[in-house]
């Protein structure tokens, strides 16, 4: 498929059995079905949305990637961002993170934050790129016992 298009747009329940595939994929803890939901269709401060890719007709579409992040007042936090493990390092972790910074700015966030893995070196070296600093360490922030990385960036700062 000779994929063109690269479109970020909000999260619908249609997108729902692609959101979750990656979602298995990519997280040790993954959410349920009833969390994208929640996060779709009643959490005013969410922002769901999906990474499409398609042909040039549109009549070949594929989400390949989603992120999630809350918006509260001048803050905001990411809480999800994937892609796809076989399109991964193709740049559209970081077409997500370029809308989400905008976003952001557009509505005046001034901080944007983020917990990671400490193991996730890859997330890890993904957000130092994208101008996340480290803050501090979160001890035994997940359920497993592994520590988190608490990571900062300003938005109002590009
Ligand atoms: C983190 C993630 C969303 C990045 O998405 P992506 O589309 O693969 O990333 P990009 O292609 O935009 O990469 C941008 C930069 O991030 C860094 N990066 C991405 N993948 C990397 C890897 N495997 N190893 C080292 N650095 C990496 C690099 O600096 C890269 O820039 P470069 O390709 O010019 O060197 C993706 O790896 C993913 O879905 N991981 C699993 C889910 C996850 O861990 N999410 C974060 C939870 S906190």
Known sequence: MDYINVTIRPMTKEDLPSVMEIERL?????????Q????????????????ELSNTN???VAIVGFCVYWQT????????IAVHPEIQRRQLGSA?????????????????TLEVRK????A???YLKHG????????????DGEDAIYMTRRVDIF
């Open 58 to 60: 549109s009549d070949n």
């Open 124 to 126: 890890i070296n993904f």
């Open 73 to 80: 007042f001048d803050s905001a936090t990411i809480c999800q």
């Open 132 to 143: 996340f600093e480290q803050v501090t360490v979160k001890e035994k922030y997940y359920t």
């Open 26 to 34: 990519c997280f040790i803890n993954p959410w349920n079905e009833e």
């Open 119 to 122: 193991s996730n070196t890859k």
């Open 36 to 51: 994208f939901i929640y996060e779709i269709e009643e959490n005013v401060y969410s922002n769901p949305w999906v990474v």
């Open 96 to 112: 997500m993170m370029d809308e989400i910074i905008n976003d952001c700015y557009a509505k005046r966030v001034q901080t944007l």
